[in-house]
């Protein structure tokens, strides 16, 4: 059963904008890394975006200047502002939550995530 709920997916054309939201269901992750993973058709899921519950976030290369990534912790909440969309960016997108080693650290691995949402698909057209 799924923890996270994400939204916000959907088709756009490159160069546009699109914001992915994530909301627990149950329980909260104000103590928790928080972030964005995605994968695309035969490829491993890959670390997009996250935050520390200390505040410090962490960028993919693929993504830095383009993403952003913002988080309330008091509702657990999280948002990925995307723009300047690329084809290369399609897939399904999915937040993410893990108890990091340190508090300023950000979970950017898959083996380290506690929690999944099941995911909301995001393409780009050309």
């Known amino acids: 059963q799924a923890h996270l709920v994400e939204s916000g997916g959907g088709l756009v054309q490159a160069g546009g904008s699109l914001r992915l939201s994530c909301r627990p269901s149950?329980?909260?992750?104000?103590?928790?890394?928080m972030g964005w993973f995605r994968q695309s058709p035969g490829k491993e899921r890959e670390f997009v975006a996250g935050t520390s519950w200390m505040g410090p976030v962490k960028y993919a290369d693929s993504v830095k200047g383009r993403f952003t990534v913002s988080r309330d912790n008091a509702k657990s909440a999280l948002d990925l502002f995307m723009n300047n969309l690329k084809p290369e960016d399609t897939g399904v997108y999915y937040c993410a939550a893990g108890r990091a080693r340190l508090a300023m650290d950000v979970v950017s691995t898959p083996e380290n995530v506690e929690s999944w949402g099941r995911g909301t698909q995001v393409t780009v057209e050309s």
């Open positions: 149950t329980g909260g992750y104000s103590m928790y890394s």
